[in-house]
Every structure is written in C-alpha cells, then in structure tokens.
C-alpha cells in the first residue's frame, strides 16, 4: 500500500457535500490537473474536443487511459499492439547509463534493438491504472470532532490498511493502493496492474536527447529529442511477471494511434499523466518556507555536490558514467528550484498569497466567525519551524546523501529494534541476517568512494557553522572534519557494500560491536535524527490538523476552487498550442524549427554539441512530405502549450482532439516552475518534443523501419 501525502485535516460531512456542489459548478477550462473523477467537469464540446469523456476513461470498455503506464518517477504510453511504451529519454537516461560502458557507450551513441531479442533488460516497472473508486467515507469511518492527531492519523491508517487488504483479496493479480485526493475529505482507491519486466528498444543520441543540456533545460526556446521507446514483457500466461529470458511482449488493451501530421498553432492538445506532486492548497506561509529556506538551501547543495561529481569524473569515462544519471537529476531540480526562485520574485507570489488570506481572515472576523483562530496556530506553527529550518534541513542531508553513513545509521537503527544478547538464539540470528541486508539493499549505495567521503566532510564542516545553539551534538568533537573522515574511511568497513555484507553473513556480532569511527558516529546521530524526525512528523500533524480550516474557509469566503493538487494519479489536463511572450527567452512562436538547432551549434557552448552523424543528419533534405510543417515546409522539433503540468508529466503524450499522438511532454518554460505553487496562464507552459522529429530521427538516423510499421506509421 502506498498513500502520496500525509495523512491530514478533519473531517466534515456537511462540508463535504459543499465542496462537492462547488467544483460541479466552478470549473474553468484553463487550469486544473483533472482526476479522472472530475472528468465530467470538463465541457469537452467547448473546448473543441472530437471525442468524449468515456473514450478518454471507460472501466467498463476500452479508452485511452489504457494506454498509459507510470513508468518509474515518468509516464508513458503504449504506441503499439505489442507493448511498445514512448516516454522520454531523460526517463530512462540512469537505464541507459547502466547498460553502457566506454564500448558500448549507448548514452552517447544512442541505441536500437533492430529486433526483439536485441532489447536490453532495465529494472524500470511500469503500472496501468485499470479502476478507481471512492473510498473517502471508509477511511473517514471512525472520525469524529475532536479527535488527538496522532489517534485520527492511526484510524485512517488502519481503515486504509484493512480497504487495501480487503481489496487486494479480491484481486491478487493487481496492485492497490489509496490516495488522498483532498485534504482530510476525499480518498480514492486506484487498482493498478504492475508489469515489471521492462525493456530498452530505441534511444536516440546523447546530442539529440540531450541536446541543450543543462542550458535549454527548464528554458524555452528549445530543439530537443527527448524521446526514448521501451517494451513491456509479461510471462507466457500473460500475467505480470519477472525478467526471464522468454517472457513475451504485453498485449495492451488500447494503444495510441499517431498522428505524423503534428499540430499547428491554436490546435486543442491534451495530456494524461502521472503528475508527481503539487502545493496549491498551502497556507502562505508554506510559501515562505519554500522560498527563504528550501529552494536556496537545496539549489546550493545539489550545485555543490554536482561540481563535485564532474571534477572526479572529468578524466575518467566509466567514472563519470557511473554518476552520470546523479548528476542530471540533481540538475534538473537545481535549474527546477532556481526557475521557482525567479518566479516567486517575478510575480510577488509569496505576498500575494500572504494578502489573500489576510483578506480572508478580515472577512472571517467581521463574520465574527468562531473558527478564524486557525490563522494563528499556523502561524506559530511556521515560527517554530523556519527557526530551525536551516539547521534541520542541513540535518536531514546526514541520511541519504552519504551512503557508508546512510548504511551505517540503517545498522544504528537495527541494532536499537534488534538487541543483541547472548542468548540470541541462532535461529533470530540468522532472521536477522536476512531483515539487515534487506534494509541495507534499499540504501546502500556508493558510486563513487571518494565523492562518497567529500560529501560527509563538506556535511561535518557545514554542520559545525551553524550557529553554536543549532549545532550537531555528535559532530562536536570532530575538529578537521576532511582529517577525521579520511581516517575513518581508510579503516572503515562501510565504504565497501560487499565488506559490510560479508560481515553480516559471516562474523554479525561484529556489526553490533566494532570500532569502526563511521559506524560510532552513526551510533551518536541516530538518536538526534530520530528526534528530528519525530518533532517534525508532530509539527506536520498539527499542521494538518488546521489545513482544513484553511480551505473550507476558502470555499466559504474567497471563492476559491479546488481540483485535487497532483499526487502521482492519474490526470487529465488540456489546453491550446501558443507561444510563450514572458519569462527570460520570450519566444512568441509554439514551434522550434531544425534550422534554428545550427545557430545554437554555431555557438562554443557545449550543451549544443552535435555529434556528426547527428549533424549529417538534421542536414538531410530529403524527407517524406508528412513530416514537415507545410507552413514553413522545415522539421518541427518541439513545440509549447499552456496546459497544466508538473513533474512525473514527463513522458506523457500529448494528443490532438481526436486522441491521437503528436508529441511527447517533456519539461516546462522556466517560470512555469511555479506551477508547483500556482498555475497562471501568462506564465504556465509546458513543452513537448513534437512527434514528427521522433519520427525523422527514427526513420532517417536508424532506417527503424521495423518499429515505425509495428506502430502503424506510414511516411
Ligand atoms: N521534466 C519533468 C519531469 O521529469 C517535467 C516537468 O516537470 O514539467 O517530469
């Protein structure tokens, strides 16, 4: 069972059923990640749709919805009879990365699976939502004002643990999991059927799927092809099933018929999509938390930690290729908070929504209405909490991004569950063995021993300047902290995975009693960590308990509407092809063109390096009449809408109003970063590789005949 957000807010029957009159009578057709239960809150006539709601979602026959997988933290979707997916090539890029080598160096080269049996195995997974229901009066079963958080939290817990399981009898063969769609008030359950066999067919080259790199990243105007294909295999029966060799290809229910005309400006597009997460319903403060605290703090360090990684890698290929899929995604969120950064300064979000809800408070008090008192205990609440913000987020940088320690306070916490005493009977010795290794599995990860090494001394060091009162009480004694740690690593057993497993399996009390000065420095933290840990889940709690305050209040008095934020399920959003005239590269035009990709590449910026196959290729005049644009008779490459998406959009298909293919989502124009916050359509864009240059590339770069028939593509 997995549930996105905490657990929150109270719950309200008669407040329920006014929410529930007020998004049937207040939506607008611009904004909103639509749940597939608010599908018939879209007027899709209007909005210049030629198909209905039940061809995008219908349990009871075959839609579009069928197409699509979540695909890791990524969609996709199935583009032919024999489970062929399409998503992005930045969603497979760590795939790629692992089955290359300085040989076989398919990140750089790209790589084709000319037949089935050339296709590599990757660990993705991919799932399909096959149903959903609602289930927010089963899981609110019990809930009564006023209710202790932490016993509300533990009854909702235990009603969606015991709906999962009934669930899950009744259909072993899939997935159940429940999410909360609106604070405190609606849950929904989804059943999904996991493939987990998942294989790489097609990806184009680094300087076509990457081709802009970190400089065109979160940026429009951009021209690249960051497409990739992988397949899905089931077991001979056709269930789910592992990797094995003779697994077959999955037969979806429905696959996406593509369109090779593309679209033209103003055309209606629409997305379906596993939006990761957004925070639209937070108080304002949230925004400031964001603002003064994470977003600067998290943009620093991951930039640090990134410089880190190219200087080690710099001479060394296997090296940087094996933090090569780190190093972008840091990246990506680096560029993803500073474009936040600048649009909460562009458009003064932070004070615009501090107005709002003093606005509302104002209307509340001369309402004289008794429950306005929410206000101030969230804002003590926030007091408390960006008091330490700067040494709690430094904190929580001490449990993952380090991985001998984060392996080393995986053991604190099991030997702290799991005494060790002389009794211990060989039996729950060897039980342990099995539940340690498990536990280290999932966190233990080195990629690179000396990076591994920098990171916990630049940790230390920060740690030791914050102001004395925030200081770490177990780094206190660590004077020079690059000293310690080099000493510490050079006798350590946990800068090696295998030694610390080996340990485990052959001498386990040895991990309970050692000198190793990594593992006592574990010892030390654990417990600070867990108070952290602990005072925050409470403050999140409290918090909680008031968030619901805060939105019936909005309902009551400001009007506001309320479309579920995105919690990784599936949505539905739509919108109109148009330019983009705000922001840092204002670009009126929705299209990028190949000949503009010549004047990036005429520039010493290497994020706009061609390799030249890659360059022989966009030079290539002879090209099937389809896939040109027959305004400009030249190669669309990407092209922009104003729908509204986030992270996990990535890899979803953008149709036209008939449902078929003619784009792959891929990233947002910078200011469209605050989408996460606020959606508008003056600043709010997302970006598509155009399908029309997956297809050049494929056609013309690998004569990939055998896929572009297989998805039923004639040019
Ligand atoms: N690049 C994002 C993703 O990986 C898409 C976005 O945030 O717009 O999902």
Redesign the pocket.
Known sequence: MRYFHSIRHRYYLPFAALLFCFVLSSHKTDEGMFPLSHLKDVDFKAAGFQITQKDIYNPNGIALTDALVRLG???GSFVSPEGLIIT?H??VFGSVAGVSSKENDYLENGFYASDKTKELRIGLTCKITKSYEDVSIKVLDGINLPMDPVRKKELINRNITALVKTEQEKHPGLTIEVSEMLVGYSYTLFRYQTLKDVRLVYVPPRTIGEFGGETD??EWPKHTGDFSFVRAYVGKDGQPAEYRPDNVPFSPKKHLVINPKGTREKDLVFILGY??ATYRHEPAQFIRYQQEYVLPFISEWYGWRMQRMEELGKNDRDRYLRMAGTIKSLA?VKK?FEGKMYGLTQTGLLEIKTREQEELQQKMKLAADPRAGFFRVIDSLYNIRLASAKRDLLISRFNGDCGALAAALTVSSFKKTHPLVSNTSPATIEQWKKELKEGLKARYKIIDQELDKDILAELIKRANNLPKKQRIKALRKIRNADKWVNTAYDKSFLDEPALLFKLVDSAFHQVYYNNDKIQQLADKLHPELVKLGEHQTAMTDKLNEQLPLLLEAKMKYANKKFIPDANATLRFTYGYITGYKEGLNPHPAPFTYRNEIFAKNATDNADYRLSPPVKELLKKDQIAKDLLDPDTNDLVLCMLYNLD????????PVMDAYGNLVGV????AYT??L?DYSWNTDYSR??AVDIRYVLFTMKYLNQADNLLNEMGVKI
């Open positions: 933290g990524c969609t992005n930045h969603c990243n979160w939006p990761g990506n993803n998406t986030t992270g996990g959009n990535s890899g979803s989502n891929f990233d947002r469209a970063t989408n997302s970006i």
